[in-house]
């Protein structure tokens, strides 16, 4: 059954054999459905909605914005040739449907240096007077929110340190460190942004890649991955399937007891 547990497994050994013949992704990017884009704005305010309230709308919409997100990876050749990709589709727990996607570049188009990674993805908040667009849609979907000191009860706090590493170092330039992991250029100087009366800085932007944000202005993580440490995890996390629960039910001993007296929380 497609999204079963067999499928998934299956789908991450096909993942595989695709590394084995076109070599390592080099870009993982999360493409999440914005409930903000005008599209969805207008269609709900003429029903007096909120676009929680049409999960299909957002569902049809977001399918349409990846298509297109496709074309731009495999036909127009955005960061290169295309040799494969590989995407899933999942629903976070407000329903708004997210894209994991794998992209494998053609052996002459990686990006084998640090410099080259620069090229391509930011960590830094815009400058707003020479890039107010771009500087609005970081400000909008690329920020982890204020979290570590700035807020200890953020959701993504645990145990006093949050589970996402925010804020990240500040650093001058672009490195990779001992592991093979990219460590992006965060200049500490840069520009700041207000929000909920914090000042967020750089340490808490989200990778991003500018062309791709400002055509979709959605949330769009885009993670240099092309080494061999975090291949496997990658792929299955991409593959590891939906949320899943244990149900059971019951029967009461009594079968006459009227149904709207049953304490279905202690069942």
Sequence with gaps: MAGGKGYMR????????ICRWCGYPDLFITFT?????????RFVQKS?????????I???????????LMRDLKERHLFGRTRAVVYTIEFQKR???HAHILLFLHREDKFPEAADVDRIISAEIPDPTESPALYEAVKNSMI???CGDLNPDCPCMIDGKCSKKFPKKFNERTTIDGDGYHVYKRRENGPTIEKDGKTIHNGYVVPYNVDLL??????????WCNQARSIKYLFKYINKGYDRVTVSATRSNNGSQDPNQIDQIQQ
């Design 214 to 223: 400002l055509k979709y202005r959605a949330h769009i993580n885009v993670e």
């Design 10 to 17: 299956e789908t991450y050994q096909d993942t595989m054999t």
């Design 33 to 41: 459905c914005n409930p903000k884009w005008p599209e969805i704005t």
């Design 144 to 146: 982890q929110g204020s």
């Design 48 to 56: 007096n909605l909120r676009p929680e309230d049409r999960p299909d």
């Design 58 to 68: 957002l569902t049809r919409l977001f399918k349409l914005k990846l298509e297109e």
């Design 95 to 97: 329903g708004l449907p």
